[in-house]
């Protein structure tokens, strides 16, 4: 009975498979210092930010992979990948008439608006979309209504161009180029990204968001994100990805800094579908990711919220570093893995101002043969008085052949700190799945119904758009995975 | 509407159900009382489908089908319902959502439009009330966090919502204190008609105080042993089941 269901419905098909028929202007596979000055040129780069490429390759040649994330995957060959691919486009667009048809039908499949003028009815959502495809940002909607505020929500690769002091005084103020091997990497390659500035006592009047696509065989995607409140503003800001089925891997290795003023708040969501390999295990993405946001004045407010349910491998931490005193980090988590898939994902709280508080929800569902840890610290340094922080890290597992793992840091250096966790591993019940059966829902349902339930805390954090698309997609991700 | 024949079940190779037979017809009210260990619960599992059970004999007509070839959800579409001894916990899904659900998969079945959301609420309200159950327990998690009496009250709260043919109340009134006994005692009253049966499965007689049956039958041993009248129950109180065990020369 279980089998029959189980082999019914795992051969439901990873939606957003597809890949867009474009010409595009690549990069010959290989990294070496010819590429980065090919990619810093194509880009039109200032002097600086090739500078800045070529100090980032030169520590992380010195690197090692990291290996302490409980994930087992083939070492990438990154002489065998390409790092810049670029969808050829005639010309500058004027307006969205002149888009490429084959880019318009992506749009549409990925069900993503990028159509401005239907906000004029005032009855259809108002999200500015910023759509990344391999290397490059294709297009970025509401960005003139959005600069009448003095927001500024461009492509990475503008934000070099037009507004240099600022992508100067904050990149890599966060993320160093040496944090990490990815993030060396990325420092070294990245092509594109969004860039996403709110000035002071503005509060954005829209979602803003971002859509990564990998789209191009061979090539990998390295992005970078940088979101500026300053003081008094607030912006919400969500990210979608998706990518091909093909049955090699391919490495997506982002970055995103954000950083705080005094009282602001930034809201940062993610829905994280990029193509999670079969069922076999085959293909998939490398998700290696490092996003980190800081507190960096009093009363600033950072939240992260994710749903992750796709991904071959998913290596990724938002963290909030809490300088400003009565600063609030928060970190909201659903990460799904079935199949093979492997996820370690957790995040880092790290208390440095006083009266900081942090709150760290994590929902781990654990299907197929797959394997799902939580990986947290929650660091409250000395002279952090009255830090709080809360964390509740729960496991959910169907089947019995999945993993779930929990890896809770914790760190006080200051004796008037309260950290309280709370972890619970729990399984699918026969007894909830037969209760349901009892009152006429079948299966799949139930199944459906018991999970969003479960993941209620955090999607409850997600706007309205994405949390519906959310629930859906942890239904079909975890179809056919408990019989 | 309900017919058992010759019901053998067991569960990991041991036979429980050795031999049922029983016959129940719309508007009747049935009582099944037995010792502990009879097969009490084991028949209501069976009837409703949970997977652990094997049938290895005999068959049960519900409505002139075939009751034991269904999955455990048509069984329900189809108007037979459970009342658990144990209701389960569903965090963070509320009642209204879970009904809402279920009424709608019903209606599927039936090939039925979803409820209209008012009608949906009239009834919700409707039913509330008959059960005296606390509105806020409605937009609760299901049975998250309820008393025992809670639970046991909002399971006939759902079978008042899922208006089902049969309904079978396992061991509804253990746990309970005297007014919930009577409030779910009047709440199955009054959902009684002549459309619909129900099977009262007990330990103890003092819910038929309540709930006054038309049959009572003794099981005993995987076996229905003796039926009778609602009389045999208070003969049943009083004499205790030694008697039972005596007369079946156990």
Redesign the interface.
């Known amino acids: 009975m279980a089998n029959e269901i189980l082999a019914e419905q795992i051969s439901k098909e990873y939606e957003y498979g597809f890949v867009t028929d474009i010409e595009s202007d690549n990069l010959p596979k290989g990294l070496n210092e010819g590429v980065i000055r090919l990619i810093s040129n194509k880009k039109n780069e200032p002097e600086w930010m090739l500078e800045y490429r070529l100090k980032a390759y030169g520590h992380w040649l010195t690197m090692e992979e990291p290996h302490w994330a409980h994930v087992s995957y083939p070492k990438p060959d990154f002489q065998n990948i390409i790092y810049y691919s670029v969808p050829k486009q005639k010309k500058q667009l004027n307006s969205l008439d002149e888009v490429d048809p084959e880019l318009l039908k992506t749009y549409e499949k990925l069900g993503i608006s990028m159509e401005e003028q239907k906000r004029l009815s005032g009855v259809e959502s108002r999200i500015a979309v910023d759509f990344v495809m391999d290397s490059v940002s294709v297009k970025t909607t509401f960005k003139e209504t959005l600069a009448e505020k003095g927001i500024i929500f461009c492509s990475f690769g503008e934000a070099v161009q037009e507004h240099p002091e600022l992508v100067k005084k904050y990149m890599s103020s966060v993320v160093p180029y040496t944090d990490n091997f990815y993030a060396a990497l990325n420092s070294a390659v990245f092509t594109d990204g969004s860039f996403c500035y709110i000035p002071k006592g503005v509060r954005c009047p829209m979602e803003l968001s971002t859509y990564f696509r990998i789209n191009s065989a061979g090539t990998g995607q390295f992005e970078r994100t940088l979101i500026v409140a300053d003081e008094d503003s607030y912006v919400s800001y969500l990210e979608g990805c998706t990518a091909p089925m093909r049955d090699e891997n391919q490495l997506h290795a982002a970055v995103v800094e954000i950083v705080a003023h005094k009282n602001a708040e930034v809201k940062y969501s993610t829905v994280q579908n990029w193509y999670p390999g079969d069922r076999e295990g085959k293909g998939g993405i490398f998700n290696f990711v490092t996003k980190r946001g800081i507190c960096l004045e009093d009363n600033s407010k950072i939240s992260w919220t994710q749903v992750e349910t796709g991904s071959a491998v998913t290596w990724k931490y938002p963290s909030v570093i809490l300088k400003g005193d009565n600063s609030v980090g928060e970190f909201y988590s659903v990460a799904v893995t079935n199949n093979y898939q492997q996820a370690d994902t957790g995040t880092k709280m790290m208390h440095l101002g006083k009266n900081t508080r942090s709150t760290i929800i994590s929902k781990g569902i654990s299907a197929g043969f797959s394997n799902n840890s939580y990986r947290g610290l929650v660091r409250i340094s000395k002279g952090a008085t009255n830090a709080r922080n809360f964390s509740q890290c729960d496991s959910l597992l169907m089947g019995d052949k999945c993993g779930a793992h929990t890896y809770p840091y914790i760190e006080i250096k200051d004796k008037s700190g309260i950290v309280e966790h709370e972890a619970t591993t729990s399984k699918i019940g026969e007894d909830q799945l037969f209760y349901c059966k009892s009152r006429g829902i079948d299966n799949e349902k139930a199944i459906g119904l018991i999970v969003n339930g479960y993941c209620k805390e955090v999607l409850n954090k997600l706007p309205m758009e994405f949390a519906v698309e959310a629930q859906k997609l942890l239904a079909v991700s975890l179809e056919g995975s408990v019989g | 509407m309900l017919s058992i024949k010759n019901l053998h079940a067991s569960i990991g190779g041991k036979e429980i159900l050795k031999g049922i037979n029983l016959e129940v017809k719309a508007g009747e009210v049935h009582a099944i009382m037995g010792p502990n260990g009879s097969g009490k619960s084991t028949l209501s599992a069976v009837l409703?489908?949970?997977?652990e059970y094997e049938v290895t004999e005999g068959e049960v007509i519900f409505n002139g089908k075939n009751l034991l070839e269904m999955?455990?959800?048509d069984?329900?579409?189809e108007g037979v319902?459970?009342a658990?001894q144990y209701?389960?916990?569903?965090?963070?899904?509320s009642n209204v959502?879970?009904?809402k659900?279920?009424i709608n998969?019903?209606r599927a079945?039936k090939g039925l439009e979803p409820m209209e959301a008012k009608d949906f609420l009239i009834r919700l309200k409707e039913k509330q009330k008959l059960v005296e159950l606390d509105g806020k327990l409605t937009n609760r998690?299901v049975n998250e966090g309820f008393s025992g009496g809670e639970k046991k009250r909002n399971e006939i709260f759902?079978m008042a919502i899922?208006e089902p043919k049969l309904a079978i109340l396992d061991e509804t009134d253990s746990g309970l204190d005297i007014d919930a006994l009577r409030i779910v005692a009047n709440g199955v009253n009054k959902l009684k008609s002549k459309e619909n049966a129900t099977i009262v499965i007990t330990h103890y007689q003092r819910l038929l105080d309540y709930i006054i049956p038309d049959v009572v039958h003794i099981l005993y041993n995987g076996k229905i042993v003796k039926s009778g009248p609602k009389e045999l129950a208070l003969e049943l109180e009083e004499k205790g089941y030694d008697f039972i065990k005596e007369e079946v020369g156990a």
């Open positions: 409703a489908g949970r997977e999955s455990p959800e069984r329900a579409r319902f459970l658990f209701p389960v916990e569903i965090p963070g899904v959502n879970f009904l659900t279920a998969e019903i079945y998690s759902q899922l």
